[in-house]
């Protein structure tokens, strides 16, 4: 039998209320992958990224981390098991200062791997070691999207869910996050799982890419497959 | 310039008490934005405790111990039954709540030990200016401060509650069991609410002892800033050293008027308490 895949979600159904923002959606995350989701404003992406992680109830559908039904498992029993969530616009605490935020990251750690993981995300982001005693609320968007990265990291997550990291960032910092999350990927040998707006740079680092259209996957395939694909370009990804 | 002496001394121990109080408001504030009424009812179920274990066992600090232990227990059971399951709803149905536990822990504590005043005095010496008993304030309130200041700046549980009291969900991103920490920071404050009541009750303790001492000490929050620990001590030692002043020169049936007078004063001039943070709590 094959090894399942690390991360799958089968059918994942979720609402706000009367409206239905995902409609049995069903996709598979692998270590060692890069896995774009795009799609236009409102199209579910973030929903679909709560969901995974737990911020968002499911209607109907399953997660499956390893094999196993995490879908009714609370968000901060998934981190444990393995789930890191960036939300759309970081999430982090910006009235602790830098250095707090990286240790919250990795509390739940042993206490011996606690140093070793904040010195990791220094080294990862010089300009969040120079601010390491500032309170968040001063940095810049792209130190705060850094720093929730390094948060995110300081958990040694197997699956790393990322919402819009290039939100509001400029072409050259959105570049430079998109191949260091690459280069995670390749190293910590994780699943990445990167919604994006800017469908070329986030297909540019990625080994594949679905397409959500109104809360349903409307195209899965290679990076290459999708940017070929004129139609769905014009119609989905907006260039 | 004795008697100013005296009475800065009465009204430092006083402010201690006050303080503590506020301390113990504050620290449910911040994390939930809930005013918790029923403290001085938790605080006089404590002592009560207290009082039926001294008077058992014939140890008074036994009796202090367990009046520590029960706020504690009595904060996180609060938490977790009555306020967790309304709070999601809205914080106003948790300050609502409150007040409903404040009536029914007073009428239960007359129906337990009656409402007849009971003797209940220090264990140390409480007469004279700046008596034991004083001192025994002081100090203890202040332990209590700098171990909550020690707790929340350099424990991981005190980073964890942080978190968990600026940004529920963020913190809960990080893998922070935010219920746990809101169970925590309610049994921690109730604890602190139990401490302030064992200092302010004697010597005698009756189902409407704390009363008058409550709206000090929630005045000492107000004043202080609901949001900040720091305004809430400086605020309960504010209050203290005013209302001692007042009594003492001006006359001691004048002290709820010149409470209400500093209330006033401070909130026309800085709505938010004297040492509100600047910016406090953005979305
Ligand atoms: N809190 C909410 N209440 C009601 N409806 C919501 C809420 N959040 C999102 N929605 C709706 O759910 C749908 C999916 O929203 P979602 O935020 O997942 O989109 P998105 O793909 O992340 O969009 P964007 O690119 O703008 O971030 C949208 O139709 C949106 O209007
Ligand atoms: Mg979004």
New binding site residues.
Partial sequence: MPEPALLRIEGLTAD??A?R?LSGVSMAFEKGRVHAVL??????????LRAIGGLHPVAAGRVLLRGDDVTRMPVEQRVRHGIAHVP?GGGIIVELTVAENIRLGALWRRRSERPAALAAAFDLFPPLAERRARPAATLSGGERQMLAIGRALAARPEVLLL??PSLGLAPRVTRQIMLLLRRLCDSADMAVVL?E?NARGALAVSDRGSV?AQ?EVVAAAAPGELLADDRMRHAYLGF | MDRFVDLTLNGAANGAVYAALALSLVIIYQATRVVNFAQPALALIAVYIAYSVSGLTGRYWLGFAAALLAGLLMGALTERLLIRSVHDRSPLSAVIVTLGLLLVLQGAAGMIWTNEPHSFPYPMDFRGRFSASDAFALVSVGTAAALVFALYRFTPLGLRMRAAAHRPEAARVAGVRVGLMLTTGWALASAIGALAAMLAVPPFVSPNVLDAVFVYGITAAVVGGLDNPFGALAGGVLVGLGLSYVSGYAGPELAPLACLAILVAVLSARPAGLFAAPSARKV
Wanted: proline share 0%; no cysteine; net charge negative.
């Fill in positions: 706000y209320g409206v923002a799609g236009a404003n409102g199209a579910g992406k973030t929903t679909l759309e919402d819009e919604v707006q959500l809360g």
